[in-house]
């Protein structure tokens, strides 16, 4: 073989190797994070993750699957369509002081007007999340939305609880992270990609 042939031998395998390698699932605290995500027939990218860390605590881990990678919240939080925010535990905690932890995340970044508007929608939630019972240590749960649908809690593979209606409401459930007073700002910049 003459050198341009080697050459470009080697530049194909180099691009095979780097492309095989995206494809390949990510690893955070021991928590595989698969690079795609199926929600209905949507196929969304991973856009970022980071661990949840309560005083000292690594509390969980949670991914974020979009449409279209984005690195600023406020494109995240625009895009429309299927999206999953995806938390796998990595402690027990108690379904009241999840649903706590959502609904104080939820406050902190919506008006009380917003959030009477989604009050039915923030009752199914919690009632969702407390019909579980603990989340424990390994536990996988999916908050996804579901265009014609809505929000649904999936744990362990398992629809809990009722779907819930509106996209907004999908939206407003994604600032307790990406929002401007996220419930912990190192794993919004995780979930941006940063």
């Known amino acids: 073989m003459n050198r341009l042939t080697v050459r470009l031998l080697a530049a194909v395998a180099v691009a095979f190797a780097a492309w095989g390698a995206g494809a ?6 021991g928590v595989k994070l698969e690079p795609t995500a199926q929600v209905g027939p949507a196929t ?7 661990v949840r860390t309560r005083v000292v605590f690594k509390v969980y881990v949670a991914a974020l699957y979009v449409p279209q990678k984005a690195g600023d919240a406020a494109a995240l939080l625009a895009q429309k369509g299927a999206r999953r925010i995806t938390i796998t535990m990595l402690r027990t905690v108690d379904a009241q002081t999840f649903a706590d932890a959502l609904n104080d ?11 009477a508007g989604w009050k039915s929608q923030i009752e199914t939630l919690n009632t969702s999340l407390k019909a579980a019972g603990e989340a424990k240590k390994g536990d996988v749960i999916h908050l996804e939305f579901v265009p014609d649908a809505g929000t649904r809690v999936v744990i362990n593979g398992q629809p809990r609880g009722s779907v819930i209606p509106g996209e907004d409401f999908f939206t407003a459930v994604l ?12 794993l919004k910049k995780g979930l941006l990609g940063a």
């Open 44 to 50: 969304l990218q991973l856009n970022g993750a980071g």
């Open 175 to 186: 600032r307790i992270w990406l929002g401007d007073k996220p419930v912990d700002s190192s």
């Open 105 to 115: 995340g939820l406050r902190n970044n919506h008006t009380e007007a917003q959030l």
């Open 24 to 29: 390949q699932p990510a690893e955070l605290e």
